[in-house]
C-alpha cells in the first residue's frame, strides 16, 4: 500500500502560479513513476504530468507543455508541479497518482494509487 497526500492547492488569479507537492509513504520503495491527474467539473479525469521514478523520463499533456514542471525529491519520497501561466481552464481538482507496477512507456503514470485531490482555482 501506498498512501498518498497532496498539497498546495488554492485560488490565484489567471497568470499566476502555484506549486502542488505530493508525499508517498507507505510501499513507497516500490514506486515505479508518480504524476498528476485533473478533474474539472462535469469533465472526465485527465492526465497531466509525470515522470519516472529515475527522473529520465516525463511526459506532459499538450494544454500544460512549457507551463507546468514535474519535479521530484526522492529522499523526501515527493513530487511536485509547478504551474506557471494558470489559466482558467487549468480550474480542477488534481490527484496525485503512482504506479507501483511498470507502465508502457516507463514513467507514464496510469494510477494504481491515488491521493484524495486538492482542488485548484483560477480566476480570470
Known amino acids: 500500500q501506498v498512501q498518498l497526500v497532496e498539497s498546495g492547492g488554492g485560488l490565484v488569479q489567471a497568470g499566476g502560479s502555484l506549486r502542488l507537492s505530493c508525499s508517498a509513504s507507505?510501499?513507497?520503495?516500490?514506486?515505479?513513476?508518480m504524476g498528476w491527474f485533473r478533474q474539472a467539473p462535469g469533465k472526465e479525469r485527465e492526465f497531466v504530468a509525470s515522470?519516472?521514478?529515475?527522473?529520465?523520463?516525463?511526459y506532459y499533456a499538450e494544454p500544460v507543455k512549457g507551463r507546468f514542471t514535474i519535479s521530484k525529491d526522492n529522499a523526501k519520497n515527493t513530487v511536485y508541479l509547478q504551474m506557471n501561466s494558470l489559466k482558467s481552464e487549468d480550474t480542477a481538482v488534481y490527484y496525485c497518482?503512482?504506479?507501483?507496477?511498470?507502465?508502457?512507456?516507463?514513467?507514464?503514470?496510469?494510477?494504481?494509487?491515488w491521493g484524495q485531490g486538492t482542488q485548484v482555482t483560477v480566476s480570470s
Open positions: 497518482a503512482v504506479d507501483t507496477t511498470l507502465k508502457i512507456p516507463y514513467g507514464r503514470v496510469r494510477g494504481d494509487y
Open positions: 507507505g510501499r513507497t520503495f516500490s514506486s515505479v513513476a
Open positions: 515522470i519516472a521514478w529515475s527522473g529520465i523520463n516525463t
